[in-house]
Structure formats: C-alpha cells, structure tokens
C-alpha cells in the first residue's frame, strides 16, 4: 500500500498524528496539491474527489477520507485501540468525532476557505470554482463551532479526553477543530476553558509536534 499525502495538509496531518499515535509507518508519497498535482493523472483517476491524503493499496483499492484510511488501518492494527475498545466505547468515540467534524470541524473549514486569499477559487475542497469567497460563511462559521463549544465545554471539564478516560481518534479530529478555531481568533482561553486546557495538553503529546 501507499500512502499520498502533503506534509503542511491539515487532513493529511490528522492520518499523519493516527500513525504516529499507533507506531505505524507507510511507504508515503508527496502530492503537492498547492501546485494542483491532484488534478494531474493518475492521481486525479485514482481519487477523483482531488484530495489528500488517500491510501492506496495493492488491489488497487483507493481509500480517501482521512478518518476512513484510519479506520481501515485499526482494523489491521488494533493495538493501541484508538476507535474504543467495546461496542459502547467505539460508539461514544464515533459520537464525539462526529459533532466535533460535524457542527464545528466542517463550519470552520468553510470558514477558513471563505476568509484566506490563498483559498479563493477553492472554496469546496478539491476543485476549482469560481463561486466567490463569502465573508458571511466565516462569520457563521465561528458561530457555529461556538454553539458545539458551548455544548461540549461542561463535558471537557469533566472528562481527561475528548470520549473519556482513554485518548483517541476523537481527540485528533478535536484538536484539528481547535487549531481552525485559534487561527479564525476565536477566544477559546476565555470562553472555553476546559476545552482550551484539554488543546495545550494534547499538543504537548509527541504524536503532535507537525
Ligand atoms: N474530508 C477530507 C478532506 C480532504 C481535504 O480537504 N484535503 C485538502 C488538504 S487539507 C486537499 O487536498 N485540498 C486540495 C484542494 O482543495 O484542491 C478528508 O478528511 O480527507
């Protein structure tokens, strides 16, 4: 198997900490999607969604999606469990991963495509657009991710990591939210400090120096 990816690539850094939190390394390749590589064949035949990161493997099966190449890999490597160990924990891990990438992850993506120069004409992932910038997507998308802070904030106060007592993959997807969130300056010491508490100390975990 091979892994395509881009170094400075958020979605790419976020298989990048899972293999680094599991002892896992896979022959990798650089697909420079600043310079539009993915558009190029044949990576734009074998992910037509033109993203990284994705894993191919031998069969010639393509797995894009960043949790969704993790995913696959703990099914081959199950040790150190990262998904939850039982049927209740793998779905509370799911259930935080997915209002994290759901009401704040994916508001503020749009934020940011919506704000940054270098993302005009690249409002939607993976394609070249000219639907405009909007100023009013980076303002809703604050809002957003502020309601799913507000929500998840008594829960961060009372929990070591974002699912519990364990980390896992809900963690990498957390701290992928947060760091969008501070770099949109979104106030999160002030407004949410149990959250802003549990982001300094994940960072510090040696899976996350990028
Ligand atoms: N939902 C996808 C998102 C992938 C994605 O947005 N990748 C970005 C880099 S962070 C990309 O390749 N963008 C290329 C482009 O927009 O042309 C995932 O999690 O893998």
Redesign the pocket.
């Known amino acids: 198997m091979k892994f395509y990816d ?1 170094t400075p ?4 850094q ?1 298989v990048r900490v899972y293999l680094a939190e599991k002892g896992l390394e896979l022959p990798t390749e650089q697909l420079n ?1 600043r310079e ?1 590589e ?1 558009f190029a064949e044949p990576f734009t035949s074998m992910n037509p969604f ?4 994705f894993l191919a493997l031998d069969d010639g099966t393509v797995i ?4 969704s190449v993790c995913r696959y890999l703990e099914e081959l490597h199950p040790e150190p469990p990262l998904f939850g160990r039982t049927p209740a924990e793998r779905a509370v891990v799911d259930m935080w991963m997915r209002r994290f990438e759901l009401d704040a992850f994916i508001p503020l993506l749009h934020a940011l495509r919506n704000r940054l120069p270098n993302f005009a004409g ?1 409002v939607v ?3 070249r657009t000219d639907l405009p910038q909007s100023e009013a997507m980076v303002g809703r998308g604050r809002e957003m991710a502020g309601v799913l802070f507000d929500r998840a904030e008594p829960h961060m106060a009372k929990n070591e990591f974002v699912a519990g007592p364990d980390f896992t993959v809900a963690d990498i997807t957390g701290f992928f939210t947060l760091r969008m969130a501070y770099a949109l300056e979104m106030d999160i010491g002030a407004s949410w400090p149990a959250t802003h508490a549990w982001f300094r100390k994940v960072s510090a975990r040696p899976a996350f120096q990028l």
């Not at 690539?9 to 790419?12: F, K, M, N």
């Not at 033109?50 to 990161?53: E, K, T, Y």
């Open positions: 881009f690539a958020p979605s790419s976020r999607v539009d993915q033109h993203c990284v990161p894009a999606e960043s949790m690249k992932p993976g394609t």
